[in-house]
């Protein structure tokens, strides 16, 4: 067990940098993604579900440039990437699509609280994602 920790102490000390960029960016993505949702459903008054398509597309698209070309600087195809990145944002949208209806139909969670939870769930599992599958150079 031991053994596990340290290996996992210094694989997170050796990524450091790559997993603060990934924060740095991530925060953003979440900003631009919250942001839109908020305009799109208070200024334009679209259905929220509406609203959080638009918003997880605008957050998506720059969480992706911004990873490939900062977080992971990663010289790999692209088009390969993008595909491998679309799938993963897709099982993304449908899971943060399906906890967003759990959480407001059935516990009557506020909106905005419901999809930042959601995406700090999805958060922790798509570093790994990307670094050894999206962006992984092969």
Known sequence: MKKHVHFAVLWIWTER?????????GFSAVAIDASVYFFATRALHLNVYAANFLSVLAGGSFAFISNKLWSFQSQGNTLRQSRRFLGLFIFNYVFQQWGFYVAIRYLHAYDLLAKV??????????????????????
Do not use: D, P
């Open 17 to 25: 940098l790559r997993i603060a960029r990934y924060v740095i960016t």
């Open 117 to 138: 939870l959601l995406i700090g769930l999805m958060v922790s599992w798509n570093f790994l994602i990307y670094k050894y599958w999206v962006y992984a150079v092969e």
